[in-house]
C-alpha cells in the first residue's frame, strides 16, 4: 500500500482496499473528517496529491496487530497545489504523521486509513514561518523497545 503511494500508482493503492467499496473509509483526525466509500478514498488521495505531487513517505517504525498495522512515518514534499485554502508556495514542508491501517479480518483487505498529524506545522511552513529543518525528525530518535511488567 505505502509503496504504491509513493510512486503514486492510484489504481494500486485502490486495490489495497475492500472491493466492498461502500465499507471503505480514509479518516484526517486533525481535520476531523472521513472521506466516505472509495470514491471518497480516491478524493482525499487526489487532492493530497495535487497540493503535494512530490511527496515522500519515509516509514521509521512498524507494528502490525491482528486486523491493524501502524506505521510511524514522515511526509515530506513541495506545496505546489491548494491546501487548506492556501494556493501553491513552492515552500518544501515535512511533517511526522501516524498511519493505522484497518483491515477486514475475513478479506484481509484493507478497510481503512486513519491518520494523525499536527495539521499547524505543515501550514506553518507552507506560510514561511518555520523551516522543514526545524520540524521533529523522526529519524534521529533512538528507539528501545521496552516490557512492562505491569501490564500496562
Same mark, same amino acid.
Given at each position: 500500500? %505505502?509503496?504504491?503511494e509513493q510512486i503514486k500508482d492510484w ?14 473509509? +480514509? #479518516?484526517?483526525?486533525? =481535520?476531523?473528517?472521513? =472521506?466516505? @466509500?472509495? @470514491?471518497?478514498?480516491? #478524493?482525499?488521495? !487526489?487532492? =493530497?496529491? *495535487? ?7 519515509? $516509514? ?5 496487530l491482528p486486523g491493524m498495522s501502524i &506505521? !510511524? $512515518?514522515? %511526509? ?10 492556501? !494556493? ?5 514542508? /515535512? ?9 477486514? &479480518?475475513?478479506?484481509? +483487505?484493507?478497510?481503512?486509513? *486513519?491518520? +494523525? ?13 518555520? /523551516?522543514?529543518? #526545524?520540524?521533529?525528525?523522526? /529519524? *534521529?530518535? !533512538? *528507539?528501545?523497545?521496552t516490557v512492562s511488567t505491569s501490564g500496562?
Amino acid at each position: 500500500h %505505502i509503496r504504491n503511494e509513493q510512486i503514486k500508482d492510484w489504481p494500486q493503492v485502490y486495490r489495497t482496499f475492500t472491493p466492498h467499496e461502500d465499507d471503505a473509509y +480514509y #479518516d484526517v483526525v486533525p =481535520f476531523q473528517m472521513r =472521506f466516505q @466509500k472509495l @470514491k471518497g478514498v480516491a #478524493d482525499f488521495y !487526489e487532492t =493530497f496529491a *495535487r497540493a503535494f505531487p512530490d511527496f515522500e513517505i519515509i $516509514v521509521h517504525l512498524e507494528n502490525d496487530l491482528p486486523g491493524m498495522s501502524i &506505521r !510511524e $512515518v514522515q %511526509i515530506t514534499g513541495t506545496h505546489t497545489g491548494e491546501y487548506c485554502g492556501l !494556493e501553491g508556495t513552492g515552500r518544501r514542508v /515535512s511533517v511526522p504523521l501516524v498511519g493505522l491501517f484497518l483491515f477486514d &479480518r475475513n478479506t484481509g +483487505y484493507l478497510n481503512a486509513e *486513519r491518520i +494523525y498529524f499536527d495539521n499547524n506545522t505543515i501550514l506553518a511552513q507552507i506560510r514561511g514561518e518555520m /523551516s522543514p529543518e #526545524d520540524v521533529f525528525d523522526l /529519524s *534521529r530518535i !533512538e *528507539r528501545h523497545a521496552t516490557v512492562s511488567t505491569s501490564g500496562i
